[in-house]
């Protein structure tokens, strides 16, 4: 039996670590064959696939990025759903697909699924915004780059009286920004969830700075949208979603306007992607990839592995693909404790 596996979509670290779940898993415990298949979805599309083994995965652990490639291309955006793929699956006798993807990813494996592909999910995003698991690998490591750096951009602004504002990746939600902000005691944190008060921010500032503080860091997610409503993007992706980035700038310029104090932005962008993922990214990488690859064993196509409190988990893709996950208000309300 052959089980193919991708990655899809924007990369995120982790990434190898389920390549080498699913690779290890497939083989020793099910006695399976596994292809890898190049750069997401175009690979099936084109036929570009390669036999891996368990050497081709050694290493890899630790490893940010993907071996596999990735790719914003999509079967139904640049083909015709299943008849795009149907070629590749036949000629390799390819008898079940692990989609390691995140939203989009995975409502296009859903797709295929109720075409008729044999399919398992992985959630993947640094987001963490992903419907039906508690967490998606990578979010762990993105919220350590982005706390690591708000705690240097502390001991830069103490010393100038400044308002640092930074913008980490999220968005629709709110979710690095929160977890990050609350780990390196953000003054104020901004999420896509809630509608930005920058006048309460300014408020919240001007006390602060009353009382002797001399500095304040403000946590952006970049899904914020500006008060005029329009969200600050730069074009498209090959996928036709927004690209997003900047809106730090705005909120930036605006809180210097409105407290009279010196305002410097940073923008995190993709650092928070790229390096070595955290030990716990590497474990639940490993344990999505294992549960996964025993899925597509057992026949349950159309599921996806998923963290419900310490367990993994199947659940329907169907699941994953209804909502996207916002943070939960009690953390917003944890965080807001501390502000000013
Ligand atoms: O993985 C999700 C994400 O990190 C978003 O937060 C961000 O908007 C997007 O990816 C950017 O991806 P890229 O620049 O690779 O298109």
């Known amino acids: 039996m052959v089980i193919g596996v ?14 080498r779940a699913v690779v290890s898993r497939a083989i020793s415990e099910h006695g399976m064959e596994v292809v890898g298949i190049r750069n997401g979805w175009d690979g099936l599309m084109a036929g570009d696939v390669r036999p891996l083994d368990r050497d081709d995965v050694r290493g890899i652990l630790q490893r940010g990025g993907t071996i ?3 790719s914003r291309r999509d079967p139904y955006v640049h083909g015709q759903g299943y008849e795009s793929v149907r070629e590749t699956i036949e000629a390799n006798g390819i008898y079940a697909v692990v989609v ?18 044999n399919v398992v999910g992985v959630p993947k995003t640094i987001d963490n915004d992903i419907a039906g698991t508690d967490m998606t690998f990578g979010f762990d490591t993105a919220v350590s780059i982005a706390t690591d750096a708000l705690d240097r951009i502390a001991t830069t602004a103490e010393s100038h009286n400044r308002i640092m504002v930074v913008e980490v990746m999220g968005r629709t939600k709110g979710w690095i920004a929160t977890y990050a902000g609350i780990a390196a005691g953000a003054d104020a944190i901004l999420v896509p969830e809630l509608e930005a008060n920058l006048a309460d921010v300014a408020d919240t500032i001007r006390a ?11 946590v952006v997610a970049e899904g914020c949208t500006p008060p005029d409503g329009r969200q600050i993007t730069s074009g498209v992706d090959a996928f ?13 310029a605006e809180l210097e306007r409105l407290t009279g104090f ?11 992607r790229g390096g070595s993922p955290t030990a716990f990214d590497r474990v639940l990488a490993t344990r999505f990839g294992v549960a996964a690859t025993d899925l597509a064993a057992a026949g349950r196509f159309g599921e996806m592995a998923a963290l419900r409190g310490m367990e993994v988990v199947g659940v329907p893709l169907a699941e994953a ?17 501390f502000f000013g």
């Open 6 to 19: 991708l990655t899809a979509g924007g990369d995120c670290p982790g990434l190898n670590a389920v390549t």
């Open 68 to 70: 596999l490639g990735t």
């Open 100 to 117: 390691i993807g995140g939203d989009g990813t995975l409502r296009t494996a859903l797709a295929l699924h109720e075409e008729g592909l």
């Open 208 to 218: 602060r700075h009353r009382r002797g503080r001399t500095y304040s860091i403000v």
């Open 240 to 252: 036709g979603f927004d690209r997003l980035g900047g809106v730090g700038y705005v909120f930036g």
């Open 262 to 272: 010196e305002t410097r932005v940073t923008v995190l962008g993709h650092l928070q």
């Open 321 to 337: 693909c209804a909502d996207i996950r916002g943070v939960d208000p009690a953390l917003l309300d944890v965080a807001r404790t």
